[in-house]
Each structure stands twice: as C-alpha cells, then as structure tokens.
C-alpha cells in the first residue's frame, strides 16, 4: 500500500459512500480538497459534515493512523486544522496539540480491492509502459483530451525557460528568440555549442550587417572559433580577415572552437553547414521574432526557414577539404519541422500567454498540429500501440506522457492510467 494510491481513493471518493468515522458518526463529504505538493497537510480548503456539524479545513491522509506520530504531526502546528484524518489502518487515535481528538475514516475494507490489484499490476509491470496491455480499452476521446492537455503541460514547461531568458535580456523579444533558435539550430549534439555562439554575440551587431551575408557569416564563424587557423583558400581567408576586423570593432571575444561536435554527424549536419545556414536566415529575415508573431499560416513560417548554405559549402563540409560531388546545401524540411516544434510554437504560446491573447496560443497549437510528427524511438513505439502520431501536436504530447508520467509510473495522476482502473 502507498499513500499515492490513498490520495487517489480519496481525491475521486472511490470508498464506501455510507462511511462512517471512527466515532460512528455519519460522514458527509462536500469537497475533498485541493492536492498539496509541498510540505504540510495533504489536502487544502477541504469541507466535510461529521454528524450534524460541518468542518472547513485540511484532510492529512497516512497508512496507518500511528504515522501522524512518526512524522511529528502532534507537535507541528500546521496540523492543527486538520478536520479529518483519513487512513487505510486505524491503529491509534491521534490528537491536535491542544489535545482534541481528530475524527478519522479507515479504507480498508471500503473499496473495491480490483482497483488496488490494478494499481499493483502497474506499479509492477515491466512493460514499455505500466498500461501497455491494456490501454486499447481506453476511450478515443479519452485519450484525445488528455493529450491535449499534456501538450499544454509541456507548453508551459517551455515557457518557464523562455521567460527566464527573457527577464535576463531585459524583456528583449527578438534577442531571447536569436538564442533560443540558435540552440535549437544546433539540434542535440551542438545545442549548448549555437547557444554560447548567440549569447557570445548579440543580435543586434548582426543586424547591422544584414544586408551583407559576407560580414554576418564572418562575425559567426569569427565567434564560433573556427578561423583560427590558417587558410590559404579564398573564403575562409577573406572571412578571417573579415572576423579581425568586425572582432576589433565590437569588441568579441569568440568561444572555444572544441565544443563543436562533428563525430556521429551527417556531413549535412556538420555547424559548419548549420552556421552558415543561420547567417542566411538572419540575413533574409530580420526582425525575425516579429516575423514569426505576423505569420498566420504555416506555410509563412515555411517560408521564412527556405535557406540554404553559402556558395563555398556547395562543395565542401568543413573548411580546407573539398567534398566528393557538389550540391546546394539546402535547410531540410526535417530541420525546419523541429524548429517550429522547438521554438516557434514555444515561443508564441508564451507570448500569447504573457500577453493574454488566445490568439497566439491557438496559433501556437494550430501550427504543431500542421506540423509532421518526430520520428524517434518512442514515437515509433506509440505508433506501434496504434496511438496517432502524425503530428507534432501528438508526439510532443506522447512524449510528455511517456517521460514524465510512463516511466515516472506517475499512473494515478494520467487519465488513461485513471479510466483503465476504474472503467476496465
């Protein structure tokens, strides 16, 4: 028995509704409460009739009566406005500080025992998920509910993050967005490696060269700490020369040319390939967080990520070493799918939410929803358990599901793991 499983039995009142407490007396419960996360009683503002007398006050729930005393409740005064204490054992009768005896209820033999077996089956299982046998009895719209109010969830997590970058750069929208879709343009293995690039170099001294690819790509590789070496082809020569001059000027000092990850890489995927990339979407969009607020549709924020690498890479992947055949190194489709997944709709949710526009929030879920869905393992495995996942708004949901409730077991707070032990 865990206390988890008690809390649930009392949240959703799946006991005896005739009750009655320790003292015999009738129990009338009006509202259960509100779940505290924190220390102190386990249920907030809840409000019960004990007889002929209604109570407003706190629910604390235990085992066994006797934890109140392990835990020290007796001598906390938080535990004073406990209006009833409700265990699975009844093995002592506890009492406030000043000595008053608190009703209690005891669970065990008022519930239906199928819904602890369940509970245990999961708590046991060593499935890819507890419910993994079971969750095809789940109702369609069950499920379809329930991932769209993980995706909100995992929304707002993100947005937790984006705030915090944003109070740090003094509210300043387009250059918290330049960091965030930075490291987002790293994708796993260069992430932190594009992230010390943006916030090494601000937005705004690539915005004054815009209009001039040649200096944008200069500043980035410059501060990327790859022309360091020395080059005897045209490009990287002019770039360095460029880099000197734009370093001296602004005062830049570039990051640690070995962060950069290559191994385990497709040659497309190189941060050489990717840098000069986002010179050319900083270059054909500036303003690019206002861009992306402007767009209705999308196909507009498609059409801001249809970039590709300069001339020079159309033969080469890293500097000094010309490639086997020639080829435009165009931004994939799969690149651009994640970063509408990993930052366009992270950030209009958030600004949507800032801002108390639904609009930007719709938008937000509209633009996943029209979006592909990842393709990774867990992904794979969803759809193997003929869960949709052609789309984003369905993966980033699975996801949330599967990492923070699945393999946390987390199945008394997932309404699939709710509807399987009662319904099923």
């Known amino acids: ?103 209690a209820i005891e669970l065990i033999n008022e519930f239906d025992i199928k819904l602890l077996d369940q509970y245990n089956d999961f708590m046991s299982s060593k499935t890819w998920i507890p419910c993994e046998k079971l969750i095809h009895f789940t109702d369609s719209f069950i499920i379809f509910s329930w991932l769209e109010s993980l995706l909100i969830e995992r929304l707002e997590k993100r947005s937790l993050q984006i705030i915090l970058n944003l109070e740090n750069n ?23 490696a594009f992230a010390m690039l943006a916030r090494s170099l601000p937005i705004k001294y690539l915005l004054k060269h815009k209009n001039n690819t040649f200096q944008v ?45 290559f191994l385990r890489l497709r040659p497309s995927n190189f ?68 970063l509408i997944i990993n930052t366009v709709a992270p950030f209009l949710f958030t600004y949507g939410k800032l801002n108390k526009n639904e609009k930007h929030i719709e938008r937000a879920l509209k633009f996943l929803d029209e979006t592909k869905g990842e393709i990774n393992s867990i992904t794979k495995k969803w759809e193997s358990l003929k869960i949709n996942t052609s789309s984003a708004y369905h993966t980033q949901a699975l996801l ?10 987390k199945c008394l707070d997932c309404r699939i793991g709710d509807f399987i032990l009662t319904k099923t």
């Open 1 to 103: 028995m865990k206390e988890e499983f008690l809390y649930y039995i009392w949240k959703y009142r799946l006991f005896n509704k005739n009750i009655h407490t320790n003292d015999e007396e009738s129990l009338q419960i009006i509202k259960t409460g509100e779940r505290n996360y924190d220390s102190g009683p386990d249920f907030f503002n809840a409000k019960i009739k004990i007889g002929k007398t209604t109570w407003a006050g706190n629910i604390e729930i235990h085992i066994n009566s006797s934890d109140w005393y392990k835990h020290h409740h007796h001598e906390d005064k938080a535990y004073n406005n406990i209006i009833l204490h409700v265990v699975y054992k009844n093995d002592v009768s506890v009492f406030r500080e000043n000595g008053e005896k608190i009703p």
């Open 400 to 409: 949330e599901l599967k990492n923070n409730y699945c393999n946390q077991k």
């Open 271 to 338: 941060p050489t390939i990717r840098i000069s990339q986002f010179a050319s979407l900083i270059c054909k969009k500036s303003s690019l967080f206002s861009k992306i607020i402007e767009s209705e549709n999308i196909s507009d924020i498609s059409n801001i990520f249809e970039i590709s690498a300069s001339k020079y890479w159309d033969n080469h992947y890293t500097f000094k070493k010309l490639s086997g055949r020639k080829s435009q190194k165009l931004f994939g489709n799969t690149a651009r799918d994640l």
């Open 170 to 192: 003094k509210n300043n929208w387009e250059q918290t967005f330049y960091e965030h879709l930075a490291m987002n343009f790293g994708f796993k293995l260069n992430s932190e």
């Open 217 to 261: 790509e200069a500043m980035l590789f410059g501060q990327a700490g790859l022309l360091k070496e020395r080059f005897t082809e045209a490009y990287p020569f002019e770039l360095k020369k460029e880099y000197q001059f734009l370093q001296n000027k602004y005062s830049l000092n570039p990051i640690d040319v070995h962060i950069w990850k």
